[in-house]
């Protein structure tokens, strides 16, 4: 089992930069992960994700503003995110992924609120 930790969020305004962290309690080289969030109200949407190949893909309203990345060796992903708009506000968390034969595994973190303000 992996625990997942996010920090990093916070409040800022409109425009400015946060990056989010996930630190995992063990190796995540074989994970895919991915950050997600979810608006009040809202259903939970992809942000982002890695494949252990650093392959990436993204939700179309992100592309070009945040970029994941994560470093194999520190157990850690990271989510830069730039020109933060109010709609950004959501809490935003870190999973992880790995389908193994007819197995799943998929492990989330307890979130990090970001708010976005005017």
């Known amino acids: 089992q992996v625990q997942l930790v996010e920090s990093g969020g916070g409040s800022v305004q409109a425009g400015g930069s946060l990056r989010l962290s996930c630190a995992a309690s063990?190796?995540?080289?074989?994970?895919?992960m991915g950050w997600y969030r979810q608006a009040p109200g809202k259903q939970r949407e992809l942000v982002e994700s890695?494949?252990?190949?650093?392959?990436?893909n993204y939700a179309d309203s992100m592309k070009g503003r945040f970029t994941i990345s994560r470093d194999n060796a520190k157990n850690t992903v990271y989510l830069q995110m730039n020109s933060l708009k109010s709609e950004d506000t959501a809490v935003y968390y870190c999973?992880?992924?790995?389908?193994?034969?007819?197995?799943?595994?998929?492990?989330w973190g307890q979130g990090t609120q970001v708010i976005v303000y005017s």
């Open positions: 063990g190796s995540i080289l074989v994970y895919v």
């Open positions: 890695i494949t252990s190949g650093d392959s990436t």
């Open positions: 999973n992880a992924d790995r389908r193994l034969g007819i197995g799943r595994y998929n492990y």
